[in-house]
């Protein structure tokens, strides 16, 4: 469907559909049109109405499926809704892009997976942290650099950030908290950059001891004030937190590399944004969120010397990600579906990235070390 624009609906519209997908979808001009929208709030409806003249609304997202035919559906809803709608929409004839995390049980991501080739349908997993700068850290890791990976440290850790807009606080909703929120992110931009490496057992602990005792929103961005492209929740309290607001753990890969974990929207401690790489040449680091110029730094050792290098990567300079992250994504979708180009995101990087958040949580859950190859058993 080269010459033909991309019919598209969207099913959710809260924070991230106002803020991220439908100005990524604008961006593409031409090429797109949004046709409907759904979320089973009406305020929320009637803002991006408002906000983005989109006149064809639903509250019922089964409902809008059946009296539309689209190209492309965005499913942007809570985490525990995802498989339900995007398989929905697949059986339609559409294809999807759906929000991360795309299930939270491999058996969940495996069955989207099965029913995308069943209706002979592309469908992607919104990881957009993978455009950008995370693709010029790829390009340093697989040109030799680093040499051997074999330890990595991923840290996404907020002060005082719980983001209190939508239901990520409620387990029936949401299913974890910050792991699934900021930690999906992380893991997979990781998995990406280390081509992927099979994941064997996860090992974890989850807390929750500062947002269910104080409204912990104070550092999240974007800021409520002002009119916004989104329709902030009113009905936020944080007695119906039923999350981790602390995910901290490891995982263990086939070939040796133990990757440690820590993701948090709460805590006595100092907002930290990082990846951090040990080679067996050299380490790379990346400290994101930051107003860093050059926020990635190589550590080695030049002629007997202990060498820092700071790398000069554009796109990682504060002000500079206008054209990545969501924007990519849709852009590199719409390719998909107009010229048959491949998917920025993998089915088996998604696939590898659920079963390790799969894991974490049993692990946290049964307080012992899980293995992947034990999660059939579980949803059995």
């Known amino acids: 469907m080269s010459n033909q624009k991309i019919k598209i609906g969207i ?15 604008l961006k593409l001009g031409g090429r797109a049109e949004i046709v409907a929208a759904a979320d089973s709030r009406e305020d929320a409806l009637e803002h991006i109405r408002r906000e983005y003249g989109i006149q064809n609304i639903y509250t019922d997202p089964m409902k809008m499926l059946e009296e539309n035919k689209f190209d492309l559906v965005h499913v942007c809803t809570a985490n525990n809704t995802h498989k ?9 004839g559409a294809n999807v892009l759906c929000e991360k995390p795309m299930a939270l049980s491999l058996r969940d991501a ?12 592309a469908l992607m997993a919104c990881q957009n942290s993978g455009v950008g700068t995370v693709t010029e850290m790829k390009k340093l890791v697989d040109s030799g650099v680093l040499g051997q990976v074999y330890f990595t440290e991923l840290t996404g850790m907020r002060r005082s950030g719980v983001p209190t807009w ?11 908290g910050p792991f699934c929120d900021i930690g999906v992110h992380y893991v997979d931009s990781s998995m990406y950059i280390l081509g992927n490496p099979k994941a064997v057992s996860v090992s974890a602990n989850t807390y929750c001891k500062i947002a ?10 974007p800021a409520m004030s002002g009119e916004q492209p989104f329709k902030p929740r009113d009905d ?7 999350v981790e607001d602390f995910a901290t753990g490891l995982v263990r890969f086939e070939n040796g590399m133990q990757m440690q974990l820590k993701f948090v929207w709460a805590v006595n401690l100092p907002t930290t944004m990082s990846y951090s790489f040990a080679g067996t040449k050299k380490g790379m680091v990346y400290k994101s969120g930051t107003d860093l110029e050059n926020p990635v730094r190589l550590y080695g050792e030049e002629e007997g010397f202990l060498s820092d290098e700071e790398l000069e990567i554009p796109i990682a300079r504060p002000g500079a990600r206008s054209d990545v992250g969501h924007p990519g994504i849709v852009e590199n979708f719409a390719d998909v579906i107009q010229h048959g180009a491949e998917c920025l995101v993998k089915e088996e990087e998604t696939l590898n990235v659920t079963a390790i958040i799969e894991a974490f949580y049993l692990s946290a859950q049964l307080g012992r070390e899980v293995r992947i190859d034990e999660l059939e058993q579980f949803n059995a």
């Open 84 to 92: 339900r709608y995007t398989i929905a929409a697949l059986r339609t």
């Open 110 to 121: 495996q069955e989207m997976f099965h029913e995308a080739k069943k209706a002979g349908k």
């Open 212 to 221: 269910n005792q104080r409204d912990a929103n104070q550092d999240t961005l």
């Open 236 to 242: 936020y309290d944080k007695g119906d937190f039923s």
């Open 166 to 176: 939508g239901k990520f606080h409620t387990k029936t909703d949401n299913g974890g």
């Open 11 to 25: 099913i959710g519209s809260g924070f991230i559909t106002g803020t991220q997908h439908i100005p990524a979808i």
